[in-house]
């Protein structure tokens, strides 16, 4: 039971007019005695909040900076029309509009629907809803809380979306569907045509020429059925935030471009996020399921404040992957880690997988290798330098160890790892 800001408001000017009127205290406390008992048959009268019953539907899984509506039905089995106010509480970053003006006729029901904007990846789970039950005058309400259980999973925007027409358009080309054909090792043969200039002469089909009246060259098409693996470190280095997200959400934006690309391509693709112990595993599934599946097992994940285990990370890949793979390691190229952690072990991955190291760069970097303004900027611009030169030789030590890199800021990462990925089909390294 609460009383209301009305109860006391009347309370007061009670007090005063009496005060004014009477001298004598007891219309006061008059005055106040009537006042209880208006309240107690008020209070009295008001529905109950207790015997309420409470049901959701709606929405269950939602992309980031979509909206969601969750509809909450509330049955009144009691004797009195339950009127006045609720609200359907959740999580700050579920980003609800969670108050209603409610009436409930007694035996009856009524919907409300509570508007969700999420800020945030992962679940969202409802946290209580309570109701506030006014009496007929106003002058005090019952009160009440719920559990009424409902989870609402925000998944990743895949903002990169966009550009996957333009690559799906360039897979086209290299998998002969628009006549454009191309030449390259490891890749199906496809059929004969007469050379050209510009042609790789290692691509010369020299039996085929002795027996036509010109020069001959094979034409291939991209192997289909390949194996990739998409690995998520979620681990120190991916907490960084780079803009208004964390390096992990640009990361998961590359990775789902990189799997939709690739599964359209007809091949296989695994997921696999890992720091210091598994986080998340998809097998290969079908191109119809493998989105779904991929986005559901990103929603939850959270970057660890700890160093990941490069040790753990590797032998994991190689157990889970026996035939030889593209492997995409989505992570930091900050030299400590990548010294420390990853370049002891990297030769047992690349000696049985064509390994690419993408990572999210900061263009506040740039911008401050660019600032002379004053001495503070000069100082900046120096140490932004210096971070620039440290990735620039990390990614030569990694070129050297045979592991390709893709650096670029969170816009260009998707597109960009997109390109590499189909720069292999042509050339016949996938």
């Keep these: 039971m609460a009383l209301t800001g009305r109860l006391g408001l009347l309370a007061l000017l009670g007090a005063l007019v009496v005060g004014l009127l ?18 107690a048959v008020d209070l009295a009268l008001a529905g109950s909040v207790r015997a309420l019953r409470f049901s959701r539907a709606g929405t269950t899984s939602v992309r980031l900076g979509e909206p969601a509506e969750v509809t909450l039905t509330v049955t009144n089995p009691g004797r009195r029309t339950v009127r006045g106010l609720l609200r359907d509480a959740w999580p700050p970053s579920a980003g609800a509009a969670d ?44 009160q009440g809380s719920h559990a009424v259980p409902w989870s609402v999973r ?26 454009v054909l191309i030449r390259g090792q490891g890749t199906e043969f496809d059929s004969l045509r007469e050379y050209v200039i510009g042609d790789d002469v290692r691509s010369i089909d020299w039996r085929a020429s002795a027996r036509a009246s010109d020069v001959m060259v094979r034409t291939w098409r991209p192997e289909r059925d390949r194996h990739l693996v998409l690995v998520l ?3 120190r280095v991916s907490a960084g935030r780079v803009g208004d997200a964390p390096r992990l959400d640009a990361a998961m934006d590359a990775a789902l471009l990189l799997a939709a690309l690739a599964s359209r391509a007809g091949d ?18 079908s191109a119809t399921t493998l989105l779904p599946s991929l986005v559901n097992a990103m929603a939850p994940l959270e970057p660890s404040l700890i160093e990941t285990d490069a040790r753990g990370l590797v032998s994991e890949i190689l157990r889970r992957t026996r035939r030889r793979a593209l492997v995409v390691l989505l992570t930091g190229l900050d030299p400590a880690p990548l010294e420390e952690g990853l370049f002891p072990v990297l030769g047992s991955l690349t000696s049985r997988h064509e ?47 045979g592991v390709g890199v893709v650096d670029a800021v969170p816009e260009e990462l998707p597109p960009a790892l997109a390109d590499r990925y189909l720069a292999l089909k042509a050339a016949g390294r996938l």
């Design 22 to 39: 009477v001298p004598s205290g007891t219309g006061v406390v008059a005055v106040l005695a009537v006042l209880l008992v208006l309240v």
């Design 99 to 142: 108050r209603h003006r409610i009436a409930v006729p007694a035996g009856e029901r009524r919907a409300f629907t509570t508007r969700l904007l999420p800020t945030r990846r992962g679940d969202r789970p409802a946290v209580r809803v309570t109701v506030r039950a006014l009496g007929p005058l106003g002058l005090a309400a019952r």
């Design 154 to 179: 925000v998944l990743p925007p895949f903002h990169s979306r966009k550009h996957l027409p333009s690559r799906l358009a360039r897979l086209q080309q290299l998998d002969g569907r628009n006549a």
């Design 233 to 235: 470190d979620t681990g």
């Design 268 to 285: 296989r693709v695994d997921l696999l996020a890992y720091d210091r112990r598994l986080r998340a595993a998809v097998p290969g599934s």
């Design 355 to 401: 390994v690419i190291v993408a990572s999210v760069a900061d263009p506040r970097v740039e911008e401050m290798a660019r600032g002379r303004g004053d001495a503070e900027a000069v100082y900046a611009a120096a140490a932004a330098e210096r971070t620039m030169a440290e990735r620039a030789s990390a990614v030569a030590q990694l070129g050297r160890r």
